[in-house]
């Protein structure tokens, strides 16, 4: 098969693989981008596979840099762009699991695509468009299907985090994983202990965002594979909960956090220790407990200006969305008026400043200094008195005489 239109990112690189041809060896475009095009997807990243070893790339490219040369990669440099090229390559065993203990370069296509994950990231296409399809990867794409390369246990046995990305693909592309597929995951789920969180979180996190999350989700449960994530050993029940809510698509990574933890049913105390447990930042730990705190309030009611005014408008706007999973109805434009009504939308907009107090009432600085502020941010959000220094001040005043 040759593709009708060839995507503007190949044809853009074309230029790579013809120089690469010029100098005697094979080059394709191979993987994920052109699994893509085939499904008429945007394009990230484009792949690079060729029969030339690292160091005759070195040699056919001026600029390039060394980002896996052990392994057969090298970045290629061209203007503005940048394209990882991979020689041809066979694997030898792997005793963690994840990476192989020796690659071999070789000058065969086959010999490479047969190594692997799935058939339909087994695809390769020349530079006129041609599909190179060795392992039925367009039969595989046609019916929606995830696939292995060959035997599916060797695959998993090879590198355990392959069953991750086969649930991820599952949610992503809205596939279904064959079934010897599916039963080989069962059968090796215990090999996701020998794999690193952060590898595992990133395929997770994009699964939860996939298209189809539900597809992913009861396979996920089913083969036992959250038995080896952080935090869900005990959460079988709860996760089949998750994956009844709406199967709308999930727009952001903090949203989904926020929805897989709402449905655990973690208490507030818990919630820092489990993200951390999934290596997730200081700043994603921060969005979520945020968008925890403000969907609870909101599902008992209406938004307090105090709430709007500690979340912001971001996390007010994101917690609206999420009301839709657990069946009641958003107010964006409501939220986004009432958040743009406040008098002030930080502190720092506060018509005094601590400094102000400090010159006025001859005190040194102190924890009064901060409740003090603390409270006129208060009042003046709530409206109960302007944002002027003169009122500012008498409310302040009135409240040190009643002390």
Known sequence: MKLERIPDEFTKAAGVLQEIQAHGFEAYFVGGSVRDALLDQSIHDVDIATSAYPEEIKQIFHRTIDVGIDHGTVLVLIGDEQYEITTFRTESTYQDFRRPDTVTFVR????????????????????????????????????????????PKERFHEDALRMMRGLRFASQLDFTIETNTLSAIEEFHPLLGKISVERIAVEFIKLLLGKNRRAALLPFIETECYQYCPGLKKSGEALLNFSDL?????????????????????????????????????????????????????????????????LGLDAVLSIEKLLFYFGQKSTLEEAKEGYLDLPIHDRKQLALTGNDLLAYFDKNPGKWLGDMLNMLEIAVVNGQITNNKEALIAYAKDRIDKE
Not at 134 to 143: A, H, N, P
Request: hydrophobic share 40%.
């Open 108 to 151: 065969s296509l086959k010999e490479d695509l047969k190594r692997r994950d799935f058939t339909i990231n087994a695809l390769a296409m020349d530079v006129n468009g041609e599909i190179i399809d060795l392992f039925d990867g367009m039969d595989d794409l046609e019916k929606k299907i995830i696939r292995a390369v060959g035997n």
């Open 246 to 310: 709406p199967n709308k698509q999930i727009e952001s990574e903090s949203q989904a956090w926020t929805l897989l933890i709402q449905t655990m049913g973690l208490k507030e105390n818990d919630i820092r220790g489990f993200l951390k447990a999934w290596k997730q930042s200081n700043q994603m730990i921060h969005e979520v407990q945020s968008l925890i705190y403000g969907l609870n309030q909101r599902l008992n009611g209406d938004w307090k200006r105090m709430d709007l005014f500690n």
